[in-house]
């Protein structure tokens, strides 16, 4: 059918055009994608609609624009290393003896908050050490009263939290 309608053009110009029939060809085959694309549904729709033993059926109505917000909102949460959340920086610094001091400090903080993890991190040109996976603003303050009174220049920063350990 395609090459009819491609045979059809042609007879119907005087002067056939390959830039034309390029923009044609090119058309369609991006149609034809974007169809397939949009067919897939999310797969938290179609675990929805499953029928199974001991299963309710869900019926949910929603538009394209629906399935393409979700679908972008799944692939970026996929491809994230953790979420937002708070930590607590006990150090940063720069120079030569930053990195030295900055791992010293980590295993001051393992032998004295075990229980927490704690993060050496380096942003040109500092190296930061923080401690902590805090889902709130509330929880991590509470490990900030403690660590205030060894380390006085600490305070609670946003950051991107590790996923807890199921």
Known sequence: ????????????????????????IVSVIFIFISSIINAQEPAIFQSLNRNGIGW??????????????????????QKAK?????????????????????QQLRTELKSSFPQYDNYLIYETPFFKVRIGDFRTKMEAYKLFKEIQTQYPSAFIVEDLISFPSL
């Open 1 to 24: 059918m395609f090459c009819i309608c491609l045979n059809k053009y042609y007879q119907a110009s005087k002067h056939f055009n390959f830039y034309k029939m390029y923009k044609i």
């Open 56 to 77: 309710g059926r869900v019926q949910i109505i929603y538009s394209g624009d629906a399935e393409n917000i979700i679908s972008k909102h799944i692939s970026i949460n």
């Open 82 to 102: 953790g979420f937002q959340g708070y930590r607590i920086q006990v150090y940063f610094g720069s120079g030569n003896e930053a990195k030295a001091k900055a």
